[in-house]
Nanobody, 123 residues
Framework: QVQLVESGGGLVQAGGSLRLSCVASGRTESSYVMGWFRQAPGKEREFVAAIHIGGGGTRYADSVKDRFTVSRDNAKNTVYLQMNSLKPEDTAVYYC????????????????WGQGTQVTVSS
């Protein structure tokens, strides 16, 4: 089992920045890929970004490319999502996920999920 705890969400004005953190514990050796997803009210959960814990490869949704950066600190079992130039449409609950073997975008590929952290961007 892998436990994930997100933090760093909050309220920010459009154009601002936030950094989300996700700390993994438990059988982290099975967390080949860790991802970030988000879910806005009334919408399906969607892929944001993912990073391969070993090789460091990354993948981003087109909507966040060039604005968001995913990174990891393996010594701390932590993955980060740096979000810059935030837009009101980025408002959502952001979830950390783990367990995929490749940089995949479907929620079904990830077996472990955090509880989510709210990000609200005001216009």
């Amino acid at each position: 089992q892998v436990q994930l705890v997100e933090s760093g969400g909050g309220l920010v004005q459009a154009g601002g920045s936030l950094r989300l953190s996700c700390v993994a514990s438990g059988r982290t050796e099975s967390s080949y890929v860790m991802g970030w997803f988000r879910q806005a009210p009334g919408k399906e959960r969607e892929f944001v970004a993912a990073i391969h814990i070993g090789g460091g490869g990354t993948r981003y949704a087109d909507s966040v490319k060039d604005r968001f950066t995913v990174s990891r600190d393996n010594a701390k079992n932590t993955v980060y999502l740096q979000m810059n130039s935030l837009k009101p449409e980025d408002t959502a609950v952001y979830y950390c996920a783990a367990g995929a073997r490749f940089l995949l975008v479907r929620t079904t590929e990830y077996g472990y999920w955090g509880q989510g952290t709210q990000v609200t961007v005001s216009s």
